[in-house]
């Protein structure tokens, strides 16, 4: 026989961040309960695991992560579209092939890096614009290494 | 045992060229509330001899002559990136103690004094590239020593960021390079009365006979004079204790001249401290108001009225906050006088539970689960989607006493409407024209 069982709400509240800049670890509290009456736990109390968390999922090394917009659109090859949000790890150690923030003769750039034959170049990601090859001349500086590009789709 | 004082280079300045690498190499200043004078000074600016605590408007001309990047305190900004600089200290020792917004002591049990240097390097290189703040380090036994040896490396100038007293053969030759004035728990009333004895420097504390100290500086005195002997004597504090009082005051951007601008502002002020207070669980059995008038808000005695007030039961209810505000305002208030400044200060703080309950003014159990539930949603809100998303209509629309921040840069690491701006198409030819910055 089936017991009474008005709609038994196993419910999992929990706080979720998503203005994650601060990247306060947001705090969860996975709180189910069932209603005193059914006298039955829930099947899935034994199963209760924590709801997805961008912030742990993305952010890596929170006091070295920063965001950032783009301007312009010489990286829409690799995804990387006008007015789009980076999300940028200080702590990661650049390397070839990573798309990084940099600062180039002291602005903030934007490009991918490859070293081919010793030398370094900043790759745009689009045919109509050229790579930049790092002379002795240039200042250069990685700024940040680009973990994750959020495009706004609506 | 070994501690490290951890500092921040010219920190509000650096903060800003995080963000703003143009900055790099110029001379900029960072100007306090109310952009009245020079709190932040970069290395180029100090060279060209302004001096901290300048008024702005005299430095004016300065600032023009020599091309100096000025801007308004951003303390959003600031406070983010001492979060960060903090955390990414705490990956190098279990005990960290923050001592300001750009200070901390590290505790190291590591016994060996070339182990600890290098933790200093390596504490160094990692806060530089996860935060982008340079840092300088002074090693010790005691934490009023690692203070002295902080301030010495800066001192000493150079590249070399890193100092330990450990490693010296004679480290007092720094101390003797110390005023007494900088020794950390002298301030500058001890510090005329020491002058005054003929202890000028810390050297000249530390040899003073223990008995001497004893009696003229009283015990506190005498810890330090320890610590200056290498003998650990200070407590180890890992969280702040609770404040005693709250204050929030500020100068006004222009001089108040009618009573509802003097009105809004006191309000502004009670919703700021009565957020603190909130933040810190307790409540107010006592506020005190005050206005000043006067020229550049200067301390004249008969320049400044107060009145203070006490509140039975106590309360961490703004609203109930704002109107005792302006009942006290009414009583020193005076019409057709100028003033420059306004504050309020809450008093006799106590946490919820051990507030006295009063019998004639008690509140009701609704009533009180209502107001507690409105502040907490009010501050929920605030803190969720930045301050000021919701406030008491009495703290005004427009609020034009306000101070001036005219040169303050945006909140890049707490604003998401307000981030850097990184151009893809720099450096390259090609492609279409380039947009212009929104």
């Not at chain 2, 650990?232 to 204790?241: G, K, N």
Request: a positive charge; aromatic letters at 8%; charged letters at 25%.
């Amino acid at each position: 026989m089936k017991a009474q069982q008005t709609q038994q709400n196993t419910k999992t509240a929990c706080f979720m961040s998503m203005e994650s800049v601060r990247a306060e670890r947001a705090v969860e509290s996975p709180l189910m309960w069932a209603p005193v009456a059914a006298g039955f736990p829930s099947p899935a109390d034994d199963y209760i695991e924590r709801p997805i968390d961008l912030n742990r999922e993305l952010i890596l090394h929170p006091a070295a992560t920063f965001f950032v917009r783009v301007q312009g659109d010489s990286m829409v090859g690799a995804g990387l579209w006008h007015g789009d949000t980076l999300i940028v790890d200080r702590a990661v150690d650049p390397r070839d092939g990573h798309i990084v923030v940099a600062l180039l003769d002291g602005d903030f750039t934007v490009k991918r890096m490859q070293k081919a034959g010793g030398v370094v170049h900043l790759v745009a990601e689009n045919p109509l614009y050229e790579a930049i090859e790092l002379t002795e001349e240039r200042r250069f500086e990685v700024w940040g290494v680009v973990t994750w590009v959020l495009h706004k789709a609506v | 045992m070994r501690y490290l004082l951890v500092d921040c280079n010219n920190f509000y300045v650096s903060c800003e060229r995080v963000f703003e690498p143009r900055l790099l190499g110029k001379p900029v200043v960072v100007l306090s509330n109310n952009d009245g004078c020079v709190i932040a000074r970069s290395e180029e600016a100090k060279k060209l001899c302004i001096e901290m605590g300048t008024p702005a408007f005299k430095a004016e001309t300065l600032f023009h002559v020599h091309g100096v990047h000025v801007y308004s305190s951003n303390y959003a900004l600031y406070g983010d990136m001492s979060r960060r600089v903090m955390e990414t200290l705490r990956g190098f020792a279990p005990e960290v103690e923050v001592y300001s917004l750009d200070e901390a002591f590290l505790r190291l049990t590591t016994v060996d004094d070339t182990e600890a240097t290098e933790v200093a390097h390596c504490l160094r290189r990692k806060v530089s590239q996860w935060t982008g703040i340079d840092v300088s380090v002074g090693i010790a036994s005691t934490k009023t020593l690692a203070k002295i040896a902080n301030y010495s490396v800066k001192l000493l100038g150079g590249d070399n960021k890193v100092l330990s007293f450990e490693h010296m053969p004679y480290p007092d030759q720094f101390l003797a390079d110390t005023p007494v004035e900088r020794v950390w728990g002298i301030g500058p009333r001890r510090a005329r009365f020491l002058r005054r004895q003929g202890v000028e420097t810390a050297l000249a504390l530390k040899r003073a006979p223990g008995a001497w100290v004893r009696q003229h500086l009283t015990v506190s005195g005498l810890r330090t004079a320890m610590e200056l002997r290498g003998i650990p004597c200070l407590p180890w504090e890992e969280a702040a204790p609770g404040k005693k009082s709250l204050t929030c005051s500020r100068s006004f951007g222009r001089p108040i001249t009618c009573l509802w601008e003097m009105e809004e502002a006191l309000a502004c002020y009670v919703t700021r401290v009565a957020e603190k207070l909130r933040q810190q669980g307790k409540v107010a059995s006592s506020m005190e108001v005050f206005v000043r008038g006067g020229k550049y808000a200067k301390r004249m005695a008969h320049g400044t009225r107060s009145a203070t007030l006490r509140l039975s039961p106590a309360t961490d209810y703004t609203p109930e906050l704002i109107a005792l505000a302006h009942r006290l305002l009414a009583r020193i208030y005076e019409p057709g006088k100028e003033y420059r400044k306004a504050g309020v200060i809450l008093n006799h703080l106590c946490s919820q539970g051990e507030a006295q309950l009063d019998l004639f003014h008690a509140r009701s159990e609704a009533e009180w689960q209502r107001q507690s539930s409105l502040m907490r949603t009010m501050d929920s809100l605030n803190f969720r989607f930045g301050q000021d998303t919701i406030f008491p209509g009495s703290t005004g629309l427009t609020r034009p006493w306000r101070m001036r921040q005219e040169r303050k840069s945006p909140g890049y690491t707490t604003r998401w409407n307000e981030l850097c701006w990184v151009r893809s198409d720099i450096g390259s030819s090609g492609g279409t024209e380039p947009r212009t910055l929104e």
